[in-house]
């Protein structure tokens, strides 16, 4: 019986593997998953079967490059996603949600559902997603950034021998013309988790993840006018292991850092320069019998970077600022505080207008936890109470000095559901969003408009575990 384009690759993808059977049986099946949904999206646009078939498996790269006769599992970047990253893409046309009505604490502002995912022609094949990044990059000119899946099933191949049940994710990324958002081809990366984006231009977008729960080498990827593009990330010469990427700050399309963490066990502070052709590791200070992850960074200019993350002095994690002037990273004194706490994004005005924000652990009280830098000092700033417990996700910054934060909170009278703040300016306010009737929700990014408001983007489960993505666009009344 002869096999189709699809079933040759994964033929030929068989004979290199190594590794425990079932492992290479989960490979399989998720690079099976991922080339035939790529032609699909192909079928749909008006290509031939064989040929957009042809086409899946040239994207997705030689066998060769992803499976060697080495001894032992030798197949880290082919390995499957991480299961957190799955929810489903449902095809929806626009839908309106009226604003909830806002408590007293709570600024009324116009802010909207726009979308759950609109046109996706292959929508009825998965049955989870979510949306995890999102960056404006002008008024007509967006990315949005996640995964989907079809949920847990047991695959039957004819190209390999076994069934083996999975939850395969593949990586969704949508685009948006300033009014409508459209599917756009994505990579094919199984095992890595993309969870941000960043750009400095329409023609250098970045997206940052890492690998998932079962291992994979870290990619980041990149997109320069054409098509999205997978980048290698380094490995760290001492120690072997991966880096997760948590965020990337171009300045250029031949300068740009990133941060985030490496093995062993992802606690050890991570930094990497972009020289436009290449990303190198840089050295960040991490002292002896000291754990810590960087999570957001912000690059003003070549020789002015900010980071943040969590640390751990043989105590609560506490927040880790870092600067690099040009020549070496060094940590910054941030202000004390008692109990668990960690800044997860910063956003960069000016030299003199750095934003951080994170979470703080207090007692039995979980809080957004915000932080301000003045050009000399940074301090605490005090922002109003969303819920009993608060999980901020993401900072954003617009030109004119506005910033809005969003994330996951807790309350006495729902269970999960998102938040955003908003500061004018002045002082810091809490937006009532629209909230699903049952299940729960959260925001995972946001990104300012350059027209006023923000977009930002996450993921809902009105039934039990099947999750449906969310973006919610903020605009200011």
Do not use: C
Request: glycine letters at 10%; proline letters at 8%; aromatic letters at 10%.
């Amino acid at each position: 019986m002869s096999l189709d384009p699809i079933g040759e690759y994964l033929q030929s993808l068989a004979g290199r593997l190594r590794g425990w059977p079932w492992k290479r049986r989960r490979v399989l099946a998720e690079v099976e998953d991922h080339l035939r949904e790529s032609a699909e999206v192909a079928e749909a646009a008006g290509a031939d079967r064989a040929e957009a078939q042809r086409s899946a498996v040239e994207r997705f790269g030689d066998t060769a490059a992803l499976g060697s006769p080495r001894q032992g599992w030798s197949v880290p970047r082919v390995v499957v996603a991480a299961g957190l990253a799955v929810a489903a893409v449902v095809a929806a046309v626009v839908v309106v949600v009226e604003r909830s009505s806002p408590s007293p604490r709570q600024h009324a502002s116009a802010i909207k559902l726009v979308m759950r995912v609109a046109g996706v022609p292959v929508a009825a094949r998965f049955k989870m997603s979510q949306l995890a990044g999102v960056v404006v990059v002008s008024a007509r000119d967006g990315w949005a950034i996640g995964s989907a899946s079809r949920g847990l099933r047991y695959p039957i191949s004819k190209t390999f021998i076994g069934i083996a049940p999975v939850w395969p994710s593949h990586l969704v990324i949508y685009h948006w013309d300033g009014s409508r958002w459209h599917p756009f081809p994505a990579p094919n990366v199984p095992g890595t988790w993309f969870t941000q984006l960043s750009a400095s231009s329409p023609t250098n977008v970045w997206a940052s993840g890492g690998p998932g729960y079962d291992g994979g080498q870290g990619h980041l990827a990149h997109f320069t006018g054409q098509r999205w593009q997978l980048v290698h990330v380094p490995i760290p010469p001492k120690g072997g292991g991966h880096i997760f990427v948590s965020g990337v700050s171009p300045i250029s399309s031949r300068l740009a850092f990133a941060v985030g963490a490496a093995d062993p066990f992802y606690i050890h502070p991570a930094a990497l320069r972009w020289n436009g052709r290449r990303w190198s590791i840089m050295r960040v200070p991490n002292g002896p019998d000291t754990d810590g992850t960087l999570d957001g960074v912000a690059a003003l200019s070549a020789s002015d970077v900010w980071a943040v993350g969590e640390s751990y002095y043989h105590g609560p994690w506490q927040p880790l600022i870092e600067h690099f002037n040009g020549h070496t990273w060094s940590i910054v004194s941030s202000p004390p505080i008692s109990g668990r706490a960690g800044l997860s994004s910063i956003a960069a005005i000016s030299p003199t207008n750095i934003w951080a924000a994170g979470y703080w652990q207090n007692g039995h009280h979980g809080v957004a936890l915000v932080e301000h830098y003045n050009g000399h000092t940074w301090t605490r700033i005090s922002v109003p109470p969303a819920g009993t417990q608060t999980n901020v996700r993401s900072l954003t910054a617009a030109r004119d000095g506005q910033l809005w934060l969003v994330g996951l909170r807790q309350t006495r009278t729902a269970s999960y559901e998102p938040f955003a703040e908003q500061y004018t300016g002045q002082s810091w306010k809490l937006l009532a969003l629209p909230t699903p009737a049952h299940g729960w929700s959260t925001l995972l990014s946001a990104s300012a408009l350059p027209t006023g408001g923000a977009i930002a983007v996450g993921y809902g489960s009105p039934r039990g575990w099947i999750y449906q993505p969310l973006v919610e666009q903020i605009t200011t009344s």
